[in-house]
């Protein structure tokens, strides 16, 4: 049996030592409900989450951009809207002035009018803005197209065609009704520029479909993506609470076992002081003997006065047989 140095409670220790740790571990994962809490926990699955996120991550961008550009559409195809019925109303006034049962006078009150809805569909042009960008023309400059990031990566952009609908790009800007052939180049005209507007509605309704599909597209791939994130970095309640409730009662068994390796080393004390004590006993009987010993080689003083007398009672009893 071993003093100076303990194996069983150094082993007894360490093993207390582990447990503790995965009871601090655990709770640890359990208190932050993640299963990587450090590059220790686990490197090559913090890698892989880390560049799962960023991607989950691009993707919501990507997101928010489409949904700006569909954003920037139902703005374009509004303005666009009202430019239809003002074209429509033109062609009306257009068929009206074209019949001579009007004269000069009421053409003219049709022509203003008619030149109040072409001024207002060349404002329409100039100030149709989204985000301080122009998106109908009415001034040099105006991009052809713009692009609209739609994806996470490098190059997934949707060009979005941007044409101008100010009445000179319609071909109706010198346009009147203020007399009955007048009217009638402005009736073909205003027909081709309600085909033209009706084509550029119809061409953002089929790109805002596109964007809503890629929304929707990328709303799947990002749930996909978070949960196999969650699968590889989130942690299991379940288990965790398993691995602590375990790792708990074993580090109770380790405290108790470590009370028992002090005790067994108690009892070598025992056995020292116990061993010290009865070899203290042993030398003081034995001194208690010895002092005995003397005490009676020693003669008292009534025994020596009774020697005394015998031996001269001795020596007369044999002269009395002499005689």
Known sequence: MRIRNSLIALFIQRIYSRHNDAMSEATGRISSGSRINSAADDAAGLAISEKVRARIRSMKAAMRSSEDGVSLIQTTEGALSSVHAMLQRMRELAVQA????????????????????????????????????????????????????????????????????????????????????????????LSDAINEVSMKRAALGAAQSRLDARVSSLEAAAEALSAADSRIRDADVAQEMVRFTQARLL?????????????????????????????????????GEEEKGSFSAVPTGEESKASEAQAQAKPQAVWGEDS
Do not use: C, W
Not at 142 to 155: K, N
């Open 98 to 189: 074209a019949s001579d049962t009007n004269d000069d006078i009421d053409r003219g009150a049709l022509d203003k009018e008619y030149q109040q809805l072409l001024h207002e569909i060349n404002d329409i042009a100039r100030q149709t803005r989204f985000n301080g960008r122009l998106l109908l023309g009415g001034a040099d400059g105006m991009p052809p197209s713009l692009s609209i990031q739609t994806g996470p990566d490098a190059g997934d952009a949707f060009l979005l065609a941007l044409d101008a609908v100010a009445p000179d790009a319609l071909g109706i800007g010198d346009t009147h009704v203020r007399s009955r052939e007048g009217a009638e180049t402005a009736i073909a005209g």
């Open 251 to 287: 580090a109770h068994m380790s405290t108790a076992m470590m009370v028992q390796a002090n005790i067994m080393a108690n009892n070598v004390l025992y056995l020292l002081v116990k061993q010290t004590v009865q070899a203290g006993s042993a030398a003081a009987q034995a001194n």
